[in-house]
Structures are given as structure tokens and as C-alpha cells.
């Protein structure tokens, strides 16, 4: 298991966090209707910059690239067909989209972060291909597990509920995930949902026992096509109580009648709550329309959760039609699926407070998303000190480039840079119109950013020709694939400090402790005591600290431990 372990105990009551500190972005706003007008539009002015900045207006004989980006295709893996299809949505220029949300009784991990990352990735292509997205991801805040952990608590479901969307909405803001269009909850609903049930009831798909409503699956001949499950192979789903009295174990709750010390709501049937899957078939109708384009969620939630959607939809409307179902694969450890029903799980909390969150982010875009991911200390090192690369290298651009005015003319790029940006623009079209194969996006960064390297510290580069003009035409064709990648931070400079903070942490030293041990090393050295040297800069290797000498004198930056670089070259 990773080495978190050694920071934390079994989580056996939660602690909430402070409001994030200052350092962290947009640290005070609360989502939706809880901003102040001000902040509101600070948050939607920064969110807008994120996605609305253009590819650098360079000519080539391909014609423009931005004009390129725009008319390039997408193909998403659809669970339904099991193959890649051609993105065409439903309505010309707009995309629906409805992603199952968190079911809100606990701290989200780093499992959940994993989905919100992948469908914000996709939210942002989407735009930067130019479509109007209308993204819509709800909370359930109405459930079992939510009713089992307040009462373990002592607490008001509703109240308990509302207390963890609330975090979960800080840890989106953590990772840079777009806020949806709209995040509606199951509490909210209850008349759509009622009046959902009564036209799957009227429709002759459900019946009615003692105050409960069931949906019949063996009323609907076409149940298991998601999954590719035969229906004498179904099973209860997870949240679906056996029940003697269903007609087929398969059948699944739509209305639970109401049970001593549980939240309910008055229905047609008596007083009760929804069943899990109806919600979210009711509020992707609400806000989308019984057609729409897009539905997404875990690997886990194709059987039963969304496989009782599709059911209850076509069910409530015969033409409910949903064009491409898309699910992202697990996040396992020690290649078991993380969750919190397993105890083998790390929260978004635990793992920010050591890692930076855009370091996090990165570690899971470095996998496809459809393929599972292995959670490990290794690869959040690796990450975070990629990460640190990558701002180190764009900060020192913008530091160069302030000193100069730079315009994107006609013949002011040379050629050979000229090349290097279309064949990089030619991979991140080729890498995100496949299926968002961001690994493929993340691994050809290396070019663009080997060169700029070149050009701000080898002779050789310093010496080309119209080396700030390729630096400025390099830099913004990088920052604009962060952009999209949701890995563009605030500030280079606010990142950096950050990142090495966060190494501090995880080396549990002072930064005043590291600049000490750089004195003591520089004495050595004068004195060509090379030992005592040498011993100072393995033991900072060693808790992830690389001391860098240059002739301006000795820096530091955070790398990755000795023990788990070996580790990591073990495993290759």
C-alpha cells in the first residue's frame, strides 16, 4: 500500500478542513448559489480564460491551426456499441451531457476524483472543439448509506449531506474541474421523481407493494443491453434490498415507503424516499430532455445503476434515447478497485495535503481513462515532480519573454519552430480525438519543452535565430494544451512555491533547515572535503530533495525520493 499509510490513521470520524488556504485556488468561493455576486464573477471570469484562449495564429501550409483544432473530429469508446463512434450530437453545435454524481455521506477519494477528472477533460474539449456544453452532474443526497452514516453520527441526513457537498465542491475546485451548468440534488426533486415513478406505473412497468414501487425488469426485453447481462444472470443491485415479495430478485426499488427515523416525502403511495436509480433518471430528464448525448460515471455504475436508467427512461418515455454512454475505468491499490466499502481508499484530502492537486490531476490523466489506474506513492512523486518541471520551465519563459514584445507576424516564427508546433498540434488533435488519449498528449510534451529548455539555457540554443519569437510561439501553443488538460495553474510562480512546500511536507523539513544544509555543503566543498559533500546531497536525495548547482550558486527543487526512484526502475 502507499506510503500515505505512514501519515494517516483508518479515517474512524471525519475532522473537516478549514477553508483552503490563501495559496489555494480560489479558496474561499462556494459553487452556485452560495457565491457573492463579486466572487461569482471572479470565478466565472477565471474559469472563462481557462477555455476560451486560442491556438498561436502561425500560417502554415496546412492553413491555420486554430482553424485546424476546430474542424477536427471526435470518436468516443460507446459502452453501449462497445466500439469507438464518430461524435455527432443530436442537436448541431450543442452537447448534453449528465454525469452521476457523488452520493454525498463522507470525503470524497481520489476514486471519484478520478471520474470528475476525466468528464472535465472531456467538458473541455468539447469546448475547445466549440460546442455549447450543457453539463449537468447531480449529488445524491437521499440514500441509505447517507441515512446509515447520520445515524451512526447522530445527525439529520439532509443536513449531513449537504455538509459533504459542500467538501466535495471544494475538492473539484482543488483539481481545476469546471463547474457544471447545473448540480442538482435529490432533495429538490422529489416532484419530478414522483411524477417519473407514476408514468413508469401508468406504462405497466412497475407495481406496487405495501407502499412500495418496483420496476418489473421482466416487462422490458431489451434490460441488460449495457452490460451485456442475460436477465436469469442479474442479480439485486448493490443498494437494492432483497425482497420476498418482488416478482424477480432483479426487480429494483422506485419508491421505498417511509421506515422509522428516515427522511421522507409524501407520494402518491404513501409517505417514502426514492429508490437509487430513479433520481437520476428524473433530474437527466429534467434538465436534458428524455434524448440527449452524453451520459457518463464510473466503470462500476453500468451494472445495475445505469442499467436501470436506461430502463426506467425508456420505460417513463418510449423515445428516450441517449447517444454515448462513457465510463472511466477504477482506481485500484495494490490492484484492487479503491473504494470505501473496502477500506483501501485515499481521500482527495490525504492526498493534497502531501501533493500538490494539479500533481494529482496529472497522475491520473497519465493513465487512459478507460484503463484502470494503480495508485502509488511513485507515481504521485513522479507526477508532482514532472509538474514542477513543466511550471519551472514555463515560469522561466515568462520571466525572459516580460523582457521583451513579442507579435505573432507574418514570417517572425523560423521555420524549424514552425515545424515543431505543427507536429506537436498534429498530436494533441490526433491524441484527444481519439478517445481522449491524454497520455499521448502528456508524453509529447517532452518536445516543446526540451526545445524551450534549449533556447533559455544551452549556448547553442540562445544563439538561434529569432530565439524569443519561438520561445513566445512554443510557450503559448504549451500553455493552451494545459489549458485543456485543466493543468494551467493561477501562476507559474504560485504553483512552484507550492510544490515545493508540499516537499517540504513530505520530507519533513523547514526551508531554512535545506538552505543550512546548503551552507554546510558549499563549506565542504571550498575545503574539498567532497565526502562530506557528497553525504549532504544523497541525504536530501534521499528524502526527495535535489540540490542544483549552477554558477550563480546552489538552488533546490523537489524530486523524487532515492528509495522509490529504485523502486521505480525496479518495476521497469
Known amino acids: 500500500m502507499g506510503s500515505l499509510y505512514r501519515y494517516y490513521k483508518p479515517l474512524t470520524s471525519i475532522c473537516f478542513s478549514p477553508p483552503p488556504t490563501k495559496s489555494y485556488l480560489l479558496h474561499s468561493i462556494k459553487i452556485k448559489t452560495h457565491f457573492s455576486p463579486t466572487k461569482k464573477t471572479r470565478l466565472h471570469r477565471f474559469f472563462t480564460s481557462l477555455t476560451s484562449s486560442s491556438q498561436p495564429s502561425i500560417k502554415t501550409n496546412g492553413g491555420d491551426a486554430s482553424a485546424a483544432s476546430q474542424s477536427s473530429e471526435l470518436w468516443l469508446y460507446n459502452t453501449m456499441s462497445r466500439k469507438k463512434e464518430l461524435f455527432k450530437p443530436k442537436v448541431e453545435g450543442k452537447v448534453g451531457m449528465y454525469v452521476c454524481g457523488v452520493t454525498a455521506y463522507d470525503l470524497s477519494h481520489i476514486g471519484h476524483a478520478r471520474v470528475y477528472v476525466t468528464f472535465d477533460v472531456l467538458l473541455r474539449y468539447l469546448k475547445h472543439l466549440g460546442y455549447d456544453v450543457h453539463y449537468v452532474r447531480n449529488f445524491t443526497d437521499v440514500d441509505d448509506k447517507i441515512i446509515a452514516r447520520a445515524n451512526e453520527l447522530g445527525e439529520d441526513p439532509i443536513s449531513l ?69 442475460k436477465l436469469e444472470d442479474n442479480r439485486a443491485g448493490e443498494r437494492v434490498a432483497v425482497d420476498s415479495r418482488k416478482k424477480n430478485p432483479a426487480d429494483f426499488a422506485l419508491w421505498k415507503s417511509a421506515k422509522e427515523g428516515e427522511p421522507f416525502w409524501d407520494s402518491p403511495w404513501g409517505p417514502g424516499r426514492p429508490g437509487w436509480h430513479i433520481e437520476c433518471s428524473a433530474m437527466s430528464a429534467a434538465y436534458l430532455g428524455h434524448t440527449f448525448d452524453i451520459h457518463g460515471g464510473g466503470m462500476d455504475l453500468v451494472f445495475p445503476h445505469h442499467e436501470n436508467e436506461i430502463a426506467q427512461s425508456c420505460a417513463a418515455c418510449r423515445d428516450s434515447n441517449i447517444s454515448y454512454w462513457v465510463h472511466n475505468g477504477f482506481v485500484t491499490v495494490d490492484s484492487e478497485k479503491m473504494s470505501k466499502s473496502l477500506g483501501n481508499f485515499f481521500t482527495i484530502r490525504q492526498v493534497i495535503d502531501l501533493y500538490h492537486p494539479l500533481a494529482l490531476r496529472l497522475f491520473l490523466l497519465g493513465t487512459h481513462y478507460r484503463s484502470s489506474v494503480n495508485y502509488s506513492d511513485v507515481q504521485l512523486e513522479s507526477a508532482s515532480e514532472r509538474i514542477f518541471y513543466i511550471y519551472q520551465t514555463l515560469h522561466d519563459c515568462e520571466n525572459i519573454l516580460s523582457q521583451h514584445r513579442v507579435a505573432f507576424e507574418k514570417d517572425a516564427i523560423p521555420p524549424d519552430t514552425i515545424n515543431d508546433i505543427n507536429k506537436f498540434h498534429d498530436t494533441f488533435v490526433t491524441s484527444m480525438s481519439d478517445d481522449l488519449h491524454t497520455p499521448v498528449l502528456l508524453s509529447a510534451l517532452s518536445d516543446p519543452l526540451k526545445i524551450i529548455n534549449d533556447m533559455l539555457h544551452t549556448r547553442k540554443g540562445k544563439k538561434q535565430t529569432k530565439r524569443i519569437e519561438s520561445i513566445a510561439a512554443l510557450e503559448k501553443m504549451v500553455r493552451n494544451a494545459l489549458m485543456v488538460l485543466g493543468l494551467m495553474p493561477p501562476t507559474y510562480n504560485e504553483a512552484l512555491q507550492q510544490l515545493r512546500e508540499k516537499a517540504l511536507r513530505r520530507a519533513k523539513l523547514t526551508e531554512d533547515q535545506i538552505l543550512q544544509k546548503i551552507k554546510e555543503r558549499t563549506v565542504a566543498r571550498k575545503d574539498k572535503d567532497y565526502e562530506k559533500s557528497d553525504a549532504i546531497r544523497k541525504d536530501l536525495a534521499a528524502l526527495g530533495i535535489a540540490l542544483m548547482d549552477s554558477p550563480d550558486g546552489t538552488s533546490w527543487r523537489p524530486a523524487i525520493p532515492l528509495a522509490l526512484q529504485e523502486q521505480q526502475v525496479a518495476s521497469t
Open 161 to 229: 449531506s449537504k455538509r459533504y457537498c459542500e467538501e466535495f465542491l471544494h475538492d473539484m475546485v482543488y483539481l481545476h474541474c469546471l463547474p457544471p451548468s447545473v448540480e442538482p440534488r435529490v432533495s429538490d426533486h422529489m416532484p419530478q421523481i414522483i411524477d417519473m415513478i407514476e408514468r413508469i406505473l401508468e406504462n405497466g412497468y412497475a407495481y406496487r407493494i405495501d407502499g412500495d414501487v418496483y420496476f418489473s425488469v421482466d416487462k422490458l426485453p431489451e434490460y441488460g443491453r449495457l452490460s451485456g447481462r
